[in-house]
């Protein structure tokens, strides 16, 4: 069996600290939908995850701050960029995989190399994985355009990760 998880540390921020972690996190995402009004910290190991009126919403993790997909569940996807993937891709990324150019179908929106976006199923179009771009989406789509084979986005957030098991336990 999987051992419990603990939450190390759980309390809210001051209005200073929400301040400050609303001007870094709406630099990145200024789209976000976060309310602002009661956010939290919550703890495990060297993950942090920042909850919004109860729902996580933001984690930083490995020196990188990235939406949870519970809160892309919850609280909506339209604002985050991505890419639509297949079947096949989204079980390989649903296990930890990253995403390799084969599974990618189209791109959602434009983005830079380095991005933090969505990988969106093809047939559900909901968000399975959040991930982190080795290029632009004008590279991807000249990429798939020559069938390209390669990785294109790091898998930094899936549902059934760590990440997910401590979202749920909140």
């Not at 069996?1 to 603990?6: L, Q």
């Not at 994985?129 to 899936?158: C, D, F, P, R, W």
Request: glycine fraction near 8%; hydrophobic fraction near 40%; include cysteine.
């Amino acid at each position: 069996m999987s051992e419990k998880i603990r939450i190390t540390k759980r309390h809210p921020l001051s209005k200073k600290e929400v301040k400050e972690l609303k001007e870094v996190i709406i630099r990145e995402f200024p789209k976000i939908p976060m309310q602002w009004e009661k956010v939290e910290i919550a703890s495990y190991e060297n993950i942090d995850i920042y909850l919004d009126n109860g729902i996580p919403c933001v984690v930083k993790a490995n020196g990188l701050m990235f939406p949870t997909l519970l809160c892309l569940i919850k609280r909506g996807y339209q604002w985050i960029n991505g890419v639509i993937i297949d079947r096949g891709a989204t079980n390989a990324v649903s296990r930890g995989a990253d995403l390799m150019l084969p599974g990618i179908k189209s791109v959602k929106g434009e983005f830079n190399e380095n991005s933090i976006i969505a990988s969106f199923d093809q047939e559900k179009e909901v968000p399975v994985m959040v991930g982190k771009t080795l290029y632009s989406s004008k590279k991807i789509e000249e990429l798939i355009g020559q069938k390209s084979k390669g990785k294109a986005i790091e898998n930094l957030h899936y549902a059934g990760d760590l990440i997910w098991k401590i979202s749920v336990t909140l």
